[in-house]
């Protein structure tokens, strides 16, 4: 008989009369990912998902690979299905976990049992299977406390299903029951994991990456392009807007005070992103700020800066240490194409003297020359679209 997968639900069973909401958008993206694997069934009973190959040609272990990777999801068990009898059910433990149960020096059973009807209860199907099991393997102790390998049985609906310990699943909400938000995404550590954690709270992300060519090069805006796909192997499929910002960049150095430099550039980045947007259903935006990371990071600049839009900012790793971010990074796999050596728009023009305590009315002045509306509107004639997506 084929391997299935269980998928436990993660907080999605906390959500009382949404739950059939959440649900639903979680079978929908979990088959939206199996989809590139073959024919696979889909479905979710008792806080469970049971994803089933449909045939032969399914790519299970692909599918797999790929079940971690899905927001509102706590556990991934691969399993084997079997009869609700209890010689299939040890027969079915022998042949599928036998080289994991010979090759551990302990083991315990522990059995779930969800279909009641089943005639014995959850411990003494663990005693029947722990029992036929030490016998079968004679060189393994039963230790009930600290087993070095645990054999699950889950009696459910339509069969019993045999796994051994399951694997972590990415947590979270499932993506798209939050909304949409517009990631400000730049080359660097943090905006990739900023999007990814709001992205976990169940929002579908779009991207916008501000780039001023020939000051930054073709090479810095690939990057970014790469580090949007890493991100959507666990946030879905995105589109990032590539925006040209060469002409704001030159006017705010052709006429403001050097130390706002930074500040002001920030403040069209979140007006742009803001419209953007506006335009594509996005309620929020999301930036990699971290208090006291760099100048433009006091909380006297992200003041002027979020003070130049509406939409709420979401700045999720603010509290973080520089450690953590990198943990996480690491994690979802951005880190090595974060350290990539490009440019970034923001160290082009980049003052020597930062203000690091500046007020609104002072940054307010510092750009007051410059034509917003006009470089915001050729700013945004001139964004180029590009879809990503994980599986080509
Ligand atoms: P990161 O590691 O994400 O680049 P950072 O610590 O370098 O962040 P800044 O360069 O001050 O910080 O940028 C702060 C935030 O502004 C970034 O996390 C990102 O969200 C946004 N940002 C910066 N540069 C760009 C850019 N070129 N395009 C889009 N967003 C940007
Ligand atoms: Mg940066």
Known sequence: MNEIFLLKLGEIVLKGGNRFQFENRLKTNVSRRMRPFGDFSVRIVQSTVYIEPENENCDVDGAWEA???????????????????LDAIFETAMEYLGDDLRAAKSFKVESKRSDKRFPLN???LSQEIGGRIAEAVPEIEVDVHHPQYTVYVEVRDRAAYVHGPADAGAGGLPTGVGGRAMVLLSGGIDSPVAGYMIAKRGVELECVHFFS??????????????LARLMTRYCGRMTVNIVGFTEIQEAIRDNCAEEFFTLIMRRFMMMISERIANDHGCGALVTGENLGQVASQTMQAMAVTASAVELPIFQPLIGMDKEEIVTIARKIGTMETSILPYEDCCTVFTPRHPKTKPTK???DKACEMLDFDGLIDRAIANTELIKVRWNG
Not at 67 to 85: A, D, M, T
Not at 213 to 226: C, F, G, H, R
């Open 67 to 85: 079940c971690h990777y899905i927001f509102g999801v706590v556990s991934c068990c691969r399993c084997r299905p079997c009869e609700k009898e």
């Open 122 to 124: 959850s411990i003494q």
């Open 213 to 226: 060519y020939p000051y930054t090069s073709e090479l810095a805006k690939d990057k970014v392009l790469e």
């Open 361 to 363: 009315a002072q940054v």
